[in-house]
Every structure is written in C-alpha cells, then in structure tokens.
C-alpha cells in the first residue's frame, strides 16, 4: 500500500472524528465524511478517497491486533491470515468472504461507490468486472 499525505490526512480525519461515531451503525457515517473531506481537502476522485479511506479505518480498526494477512500467500481468489498469538493460519476464498458478508455479525454496508461498482458489474472506470 503506498502512503501519501492524502494517506495521512484519512488517518487524521479517522483519529479526530471517531468518537463521534462509536456504535457500529455510525460506522457507514464516519466514513462517507472522511470520504468527503479527502474529495474536499485533497482534490481526488471519488474512487480514489474510498479507497485511501478504506486503507486507513482498516489499519485504525485493526490496530493492536497482531494476526495479519500474509501477502506471499494470499492471492486475488484466496486469503491467508496469519494469527501469530496461537500459532494459526486461516484462510478464507473469496466466495466464503462473501458468504461472510450476509452474516448478520458482518453485514457492513460497502462504501456508495462500490456498492453501485458491486450491483453494476463493473469497475469505476466502468469496464466489465
């Protein structure tokens, strides 16, 4: 992942403005305005915010967890986690991810764009996915 000021700068609006969203369903808030203030501040595209702001509440919401996502394994279709505290690893495809996301403990609302990407079929330069 590349770190950049705009990298930064969703850090920062994350740090500042999570307390005033702390119950789970605020979540879908906190980041559409984080969202906002990159398009606002930094002057990026809409895909491009949710994508810096998704990188920066993940690293925020997973800090102090010390289980990781082990890159050398993981490919596009396949999730190797590593959970060094006992000694596991997992792994998830992406159509058990999926699966996941209908849980009802896990059924987050995407970020607007890619809610429309996922129920479009594309991607947001809208080329077929």
Same mark, same amino acid.
């Given at each position: 992942m590349y770190r950049t000021q705009t990298h930064y700068s %969703?850090?920062?609006?994350? %740090? %500042? &403005?999570?307390?005033? @969203? +702390? @119950? @789970? !369903?605020?979540?879908?808030?906190? $980041?559409?305005?984080? $969202?906002? &203030? +990159? $398009? !606002?501040? %930094?002057?990026?595209?809409?895909?491009?915010?949710?994508?810096i702001t998704m990188q920066a509440y993940g690293e925020r919401s997973s800090h102090g967890c010390r289980a990781y996502v082990d890159m050398s394994l993981t490919t596009s279709y396949t999730v190797f986690v590593r959970d060094p505290a006992n000694g596991c690893m997992r792994i998830f495809t992406v159509s058990e991810l999926l699966a996941l996301c209908n849980t009802p403990a896990l059924s987050s609302l995407p970020v607007p764009s890619a809610k429309d990407m996922l129920a479009n079929g594309t991607t947001g330069d809208r080329t077929p996915l």
């Open positions: %969703a850090q920062s609006f994350l %740090a %500042a &403005h999570e307390g005033e @969203h +702390l @119950h @789970h !369903d605020e979540r879908s808030l906190l $980041i559409e305005r984080c $969202i906002q &203030h +990159l $398009i !606002d501040t %930094a002057y990026v595209s809409r895909p491009t915010a949710e994508t």
